[in-house]
């Protein structure tokens, strides 16, 4: 119900339009447009490849061919079809693993139900369910508790009855009343006649009597699209509302080099060693065997939000767009303290063994309680005086309220990711029990010797030009790994 509702909701924009160049120079919009376009920021990149692969595409083939030819969109959709085309149950080290890449929740899915469009459908997570033998909680179907039996119990959740959108001001924006400027290049400003002759001269239009203003409005399906072309063009706003030509430029190779900051790792606590079979005569990595660690690490490029990923390589490490960029540094000019420039990972939805500097969520502290029902208070005519009672409920209930619970039992979280055999942490998304071998376009599977194989006849490389070399990877190759994953196109 609530999905339907977004879909059908629209937002009025005033478009100031170059005719002759057929192109955007600024729509002129409410805080209801930019706290949507903002929210890019907050999606975990498994959502975004998710969201524009269920996006109606009513752009031109060549406009497609163009898009998805992005190197960022290729290579994450690679991974997300990687993690989607593993099913053994040999692999993963829980059943709720592979959901959790594919699926991940947002960092900011509190504040993104406060939007007036919200364009993640990714479900919150509203059910619960509790072992009733030591009392530990999860939102995952499945799992079994530490204790060794499965959580039994499936909870109302009592907070969720309460709940309601009573937001009057901005959700990411201070000015809840005010009107923005918002560039084709997605350069955001407060709306003013200064701010307005600025985006004008910097669109290079001469002519003004080809400007013309028309009212459009938007709606989910043209929002994800701009989503694509916030990811792929200079234009995404021509792009979207006047279904221009796309001005996507190929960036050359290691592009990236120049716009990362790469910055040394103070500590090699965190380095992992993978194995690297490399061609001598092309320079170039083959094949990829690691015990877990390292697919752990890039699989978990899926839960990371663009927010944070701009954070850690900076506003101009989208070579391929820039657009990622002025919506970052927009975000940052208007609040400077806002979630949305490091939105974080969900906890346990992570990589344990991250070397990237990218933070959990961490929540307010919040402490859950169960019970098998509510307290009601009853007139006791023996003792003339009120007393209370139990309301028994199927299943139980669950709330952040001690009061709400009759005879309130505290929750422990539980973590869908199994306890190492040392108990110090959590395993991660794969099992440990055997080695993969990660291919050049991120694909995974279990190592064997047919694997490799069958692999090195498909390249037809000669056994001499192979080498085998070992790799350590800290937080500085982690962050050089990332950069090329996001801007170069990989075998």
């Known amino acids: 119900m609530a999905s339907q509702q977004q879909n059908s909701k629209t937002i009025p924009l005033k478009v100031l339009v170059d005719k002759n160049s057929n192109k955007v120079v600024f729509v002129e919009a409410t805080k209801d447009f930019v706290e949507t376009i903002f929210s890019f920021l907050s999606l975990p990149l498994a959502t975004i490849v998710r969201l524009l692969a269920t996006a109606t595409n009513n752009n031109s083939d060549q406009q497609h061919q163009q898009s998805e030819s992005s190197p960022f969109l290729g290579n994450i959709k690679n991974l997300y079809q990687s993690v989607q085309n593993i099913n053994s149950n040999d692999i993963w080290s829980s059943p709720a693993c592979k959901q959790m890449l594919l699926r991940p929740r947002n960092p900011c899915e509190s504040l993104l139900k406060e939007l007036f469009l919200n364009i993640d459908d990714t479900e919150s997570s509203i059910e619960y369910f509790v072992c009733s033998t030591c009392y530990k909680f999860t939102t995952f179907e499945n799992l079994n508790c530490t204790c060794g039996n499965p959580p039994?119990?499936?909870?109302?959740?009592?907070?969720?009855?309460?709940?309601?959108?009573?937001?009057?001001?901005?959700?990411?924006?201070?000015?809840?009343g005010a009107m923005f400027l918002v560039s084709d290049k997605l350069k955001i400003f407060p709306s003013s006649k200064v701010n307005s002759l600025m985006m004008l001269v910097e669109s290079g239009c001469s002519d003004f009597t080809q400007l013309e203003e028309?009212?459009?409005?938007?709606?989910?399906?043209?929002?994800?699209?701009?989503?694509?072309?916030?990811?792929?063009?200079?234009?995404?706003?021509?792009?979207?509302?006047?279904?221009?030509?796309?001005?996507?430029?190929?960036?050359?190779?290691?592009?990236?080099?120049?716009?990362?900051?790469?910055?040394?790792?103070?500590?090699?606590?965190?380095?992992?060693?993978?194995?690297?079979?490399?061609?001598?005569?092309?320079?170039?990595?083959?094949?990829?065997?690691?015990?877990?660690?390292?697919?752990?690490?890039?699989?978990?490029?899926?839960?990371?939000?663009?927010?944070?990923?701009?954070?850690?390589?900076?506003?101009?490490?989208?070579?391929?767009?820039?657009c990622v960029g002025n919506l970052y540094k927009s975000v940052e000019n208007l609040d400077p303290t806002s979630v949305l420039l490091n939105p974080g990972i969900v906890p346990q939805f992570g990589c344990?063994?991250?070397?990237?500097?990218?933070p959990h969520v961490q929540p307010p502290p919040t402490t859950y309680y169960y019970g098998t029902g509510t307290p009601k208070l009853e007139w006791d005519h023996y003792y003339d005086g009120y007393r209370t009672i139990e309301v028994t409920v199927e299943g139980g209930v669950i709330s952040k309220s001690k009061g709400s619970i009759y005879n309130a039992k505290t929750l422990i979280a539980l973590d869908p990711r199994p306890l190492n055999s040392s108990e110090e942490g959590v395993v991660g998304f794969l099992k440990r029990t055997t080695f993969y071998g990660v291919g050049g376009n991120l694909e995974v599977k279990p190592l064997s010797a047919n694997f490799c194989l069958s692999y090195l006849k498909e390249l037809s490389l000669p056994i001499d030009d192979l080498e085998v070399k070992v790799i350590p990877i800290g937080e500085t190759e982690a962050l050089m790994f990332l950069g090329a994953f996001l801007t170069s196109k990989l075998p």
Do not use: C
């Open 214 to 322: 028309v009212t459009h409005n938007i709606g989910k399906q043209e929002i994800l699209n701009l989503l694509k072309y916030t990811l792929t063009s200079h234009e995404p706003l021509t792009n979207t509302i006047l279904v221009s030509s796309s001005k996507i430029i190929d960036d050359p190779p290691n592009q990236y080099e120049s716009a990362v900051r790469v910055m040394p790792s103070p500590s090699d606590s965190s380095k992992m060693n993978i194995k690297v079979v490399q061609s001598k005569s092309q320079n170039k990595i083959i094949t990829i065997e690691d015990n877990g660690d390292f697919v752990d690490f890039i699989f978990s490029f899926l839960t990371m939000p663009l927010g944070s990923i701009v954070k850690l390589l900076g506003a101009n490490s989208f070579a391929g767009s820039g």
């Open 152 to 176: 039994n119990k499936k909870p109302r959740n009592l907070d969720s009855e309460s709940q309601g959108n009573n937001n009057q001001n901005g959700v990411f924006l201070r000015e809840s």
């Open 352 to 358: 344990p063994n991250q070397p990237l500097n990218i």
